[in-house]
């Protein structure tokens, strides 16, 4: 698949060169997901802390149309985000910025050229900005470049992350795995505690999985070197996998002994982290702590029934409105910063039937007048 991706990139840029006449344009910086981590970017701000330093929404004036490019709509979280962006363009456009929202995703999280395909039909339709979560770090990159030669601003949400896309907005997907790992640390005693853990990865190669993966592991070695890492393996984001693997762990580790007691199982999502909280309900032996990221209503209802014991939330409805915000900005000419990291919060059963907009201390942004 990625042969032929990789094919279907050259030969996009050099149809691209021969479109252009062979006319000399300036150099196109070569995507390099390995040279740019917004979880690292020194220049990175805090959402709120931008809003205070731009303050009130510029009020744009004219027509705009705004694209936006989820990974799949069959993944809740990926809902939510549309219904964000949606969101946000809606109460902009009530302020008084005549902003619309064509949001569409692809097949499938392993739809890599129709994603890229929905990218390059916004550029001909001439969008004024277009918003991007790519399946992978690659598979859009050559979109973004042509989006940015027609001079159409990009705003990379979320991940994969193409590292040529001016501007970033999303969380610190570092911090969710932190999050994660103080949690199960205190659960199992803190910094004197000892246990065993699993860790259910993500796609291979996917930024999220990578990060959130390290900011566990480095958490707990850190602050709780006595709870030792003893499996780690992908379930490619997947419920089915998920289940399948931690129902060979529980045969593999059956409580009979403490080396042989999984006491924490980290997913990288909520969809492999419920895949795990089915397996355990056939499981008599052990019942360990399992910990999910995402924040997606089926992770908060199996909290709320003590199946889940946390997610990691990233707030995707409230992100959207964020990324919207940030085209406007851009269009009206602030200078937004590379990478805006939005909210985020450890939910479990303390705080899950609080709002979001009391966990996060969401308000609208100000609208000028």
């Known amino acids: 698949m990625k042969k032929v991706l990789g094919l279907f990139i050259v030969l996009f840029a050099v149809f691209a060169l021969a479109a252009c006449g062979g006319e000399e344009r300036e150099p196109i910086p070569t995507a390099n997901p390995e040279g740019f981590n917004p979880d690292t970017n020194t220049d990175a701000v805090n959402y709120y802390d931008l809003r205070e330093d731009l303050g009130a929404v510029p009020l744009l004036e004219g027509e705009y149309t705004f694209g936006g490019v989820a990974k799949a709509f069959e993944n809740?979280?990926?809902?939510?985000?549309?219904?964000?962006m949606e969101t946000g363009a809606a109460k902009f456009y009530e302020g008084g910025i005549n902003v619309t929202i064509d949001m569409r995703s692809a097949l499938g999280e392993g739809d890599q050229t129709g994603q890229l395909a929905i990218v390059q039909d916004m550029i001909t339709r001439?969008?004024?900005a277009i918003l991007v979560s790519p399946i992978t770090d690659g598979n859009l990159v050559p979109g973004v470049e042509d989006a940015l030669e027609a001079g159409i601003p990009v705003v990379n949400v979320n991940d994969g992350i193409v590292a040529i896309a001016p501007n970033f907005v999303g969380p610190n997907a570092y911090e969710n795995g932190v999050l994660a790992a103080h949690y199960v640390g205190q659960q199992l005693g803190g910094a004197s505690a000892e246990g065993q853990v699993a860790i259910v990865?993500?796609?291979s190669g996917a930024f999220a999985a990578r990060q959130r993966t390290a900011g566990f592991k480095e958490?707990?070695?850190?602050?709780y070197p006595g709870i030792v890492v003893v499996e780690e393996q992908?379930?490619?984001w997947s419920r089915e996998e998920a289940r399948n693997l931690a129902n060979?762990?529980?045969t593999t580790y059956d409580g009979s002994t403490p080396e042989k007691t999984l006491d924490a199982i980290f997913a990288n999502n909520d969809t492999m982290a419920l895949g795990i909280v089915e397996a355990n309900e056939s499981n008599a032996n052990v019942d360990p702590?399992?910990?999910g990221v995402d924040g997606i209503s089926e992770a908060y209802d199996a909290i709320r029934e003590g199946k889940l014991d946390a997610t990691v939330d990233s707030f995707p409805l409230f992100k959207g409105q964020i990324a919207v915000e940030m085209a406007i900005r851009i269009?009206?000419?602030q200078d937004v910063p590379r990478v805006v990291h939005t909210p985020q919060a450890l939910i479990t059963i303390d705080n899950v039937d609080q709002s979001a907009e009391t966990i996060i201390a969401w308000t609208d942004p100000e609208i000028e007048e």
């Open 76 to 84: 809740e979280y990926w809902r939510t985000l549309k219904t964000g």
């Open 126 to 128: 001439d969008y004024d």
């Open 201 to 203: 990865t993500g796609m």
């Open 219 to 223: 958490t707990l070695e850190a602050n």
């Open 234 to 236: 992908t379930a490619n």
């Open 248 to 250: 060979t762990w529980f």
């Open 289 to 291: 702590i399992i910990v």
């Open 331 to 333: 269009l009206a000419g």
